[in-house]
């Protein structure tokens, strides 16, 4: 690859970023990648008390900026729907092809399809997006851009057979220094800080390292051959 490696993750919500490929995404910038976040949600619905109601959505777009620069993500695409929003429609699919088709990515991380309302959604919806987003059609939408690799990750459901897992033990401080600038989500998700380190564990046992984040590579985009011997790489 002669460009700077391009990547996009595809996020419900901030924070999400964090809790799923987090120190991925550090290592990956330490590595002089070009990451650019894409959050769907303002995060209206993360407060615990009623005077927080009017202001939660401000406060996490601070949070966002101060956890995105502990990751060393260099842009953040944020829209403008509710936590609660039904994102299963046209416009939501069109913004993920115009986000590719504008971003250009080498790679793309995004939900598994678990979870809960926001995060199943795109976990159905983006790979189809970020796959159609490189047909030659919906040209209003930018030029077609083919992403060759998409990687799924989850939140809170645990991934059973991950497809690859990436050893972040140097960079899970900064994943758990990125978490603690959420500071408004500590008491909405109790003992997130616990449960991101006791994943990262469990993943990091399954190859032998101390901290590990785990990836299910999406089916939906399929793996270019042209020469069918390469099928026998490793073998």
């Not at 615990?48 to 959505?57: A, C, M, Q, Y």
């Not at 190859?207 to 069918?228: C, D, H, M, N, Q």
Request: glycine letters at 8%.
């Amino acid at each position: 690859m002669t460009d700077t490696p391009r990547i996009l993750a595809i996020c419900a919500h901030d924070d999400d970023e964090v809790i799923g490929p987090g120190g991925t995404l550090r290592k990956l910038a330490d590595a002089g990648a070009d990451i650019t976040t894409l959050v769907f949600c303002t995060g209206n619905e993360g407060f615990i008390r009623l005077e927080e109601k009017d202001s939660i959505v401000e406060r996490r777009r601070g949070e966002r900026a101060a956890a995105q620069r502990i990751l060393g993500t260099r842009a953040c695409i944020a829209f403008d729907y509710h936590d609660f929003d039904n994102l299963d429609t046209e416009a939501v699919y069109r913004d993920i092809m115009r986000t590719v088709r504008r971003i250009r990515p080498h790679l793309v991380f995004t939900h598994l399809s678990c979870d809960y309302l926001a995060h199943r959604t795109l976990g159905r919806l983006a790979p189809e997006a970020v796959w159609q987003a490189g047909w030659v059609c919906s040209l209003d939408l930018g030029e077609p851009w083919a992403v060759s690799r998409l990687y799924q990750f989850s939140i809170i459901e645990p991934i059973a057979k991950p497809s690859h897992i990436v050893d972040i033990s140097d960079t899970f401080r900064a994943k758990l220094d990125a978490m603690r600038a959420y500071a408004s989500q500590h008491e909405v998700v109790a003992g997130i800080l616990g449960q991101i380190e006791g994943r990262a564990k469990l993943y990091g046992a399954m190859i032998g390292v101390e901290y590990g984040e785990a990836f299910l590579r999406s089916a939906t985009i399929p793996v270019k051959v042209a020469e069918p011997l390469t099928l026998l790489e490793g073998v």
